[in-house]
């Protein structure tokens, strides 16, 4: 348990945990965000699986329109 705990502490907060610098707290943000929706989509999944036979995918996609390029115009 502790190996998976420092695996999503480095993943997230790779210099610690910085609440004083835009990009920590955009990690913070970005931890308990995909906590929250992924929690719920695990959980639904693995409920499913015990009655049906259940296919769980995780696609990830970075558009061209980027949230910061649209801040920095």
Request: hydrophobic share 30%; no cysteine; aromatic share 14%.
């Amino acid at each position: 348990m502790e190996a998976k705990v420092e695996a999503i502490r480095q993943y997230y907060f790779k210099d610690g945990l910085q609440l004083t610098t835009a990009e920590g707290l955009k990690n913070l943000t970005d931890a308990f965000g995909d906590s929250g929706f992924l929690y719920g989509t695990d959980l639904l999944a693995r409920q499913l699986s015990q009655k049906a036979k259940t296919y769980y995918y995780h696609f990830d996609h970075e558009g061209d329109r980027k949230s910061t390029r649209l801040n920095s115009s």
